[in-house]
């Protein structure tokens, strides 16, 4: 509890909505009272404080959603923002590792979240595919729906690739004619 109380006030209501959702709902019911106000903002953000259009960018783009129980890491997603930032003067990627479960996804979709960002670095949206363990079928799937996504604004309706090398190259000049940055 002490450490939650150092927190803003999404971690007292991420705490609070854990227990409920956990089946702890005696214990959540001592802390209802103490639930912080959510302030709706000036109309433009939704009860989150995300600009819609964000929300509508991030979603085309398969972006996951923010989860219900949800605890800032704002070290943690200033610091992969920053190296997204760097995308903007040198082309390359940015890989966020780290063990099973450790909120990887979490932490990379809320840098996502930051209208500033998208704004100035990803002007055409971004598009998000987890790939994880796959068969060769499941990999050749993911790279398909992506070089659709990718494509969506061709004149040309290209077949999808029918096999993963295919897929490869097709993507390949995508990324350097297409979306160099």
Known sequence: INIILTKDNNSYRSFYNAL??????????????????ISSGNGKSSMDG???YVKTILCEGGVPQRPVVFVTRPKLVDAIKQKLCCL???PGWVTVYGMAGCGK????AEALRDHQLLEDY????????????????????????LCSRLEHDST?????????EEAKDRLRLLMLRKYPR
Do not use: C
């Open 88 to 90: 903007g003067s040198e």
């Open 105 to 108: 996804t979490v932490l990379t």
């Open 20 to 37: 409920l959702h956990e089946g702890y709902r005696d214990l959540a019911a001592l802390l209802q009272d103490g639930i912080p106000a």
């Open 50 to 52: 995300m600009p819609s």
């Open 156 to 164: 040309l309706s290209q077949r999808p690739p029918l096999n993963i």
């Open 122 to 145: 990803f002007p055409g949206g971004v598009h998000w595919i987890s790939v994880g363990k796959q068969d060769k079928a499941g990999l050749l799937i993911k790279l398909q729906n």
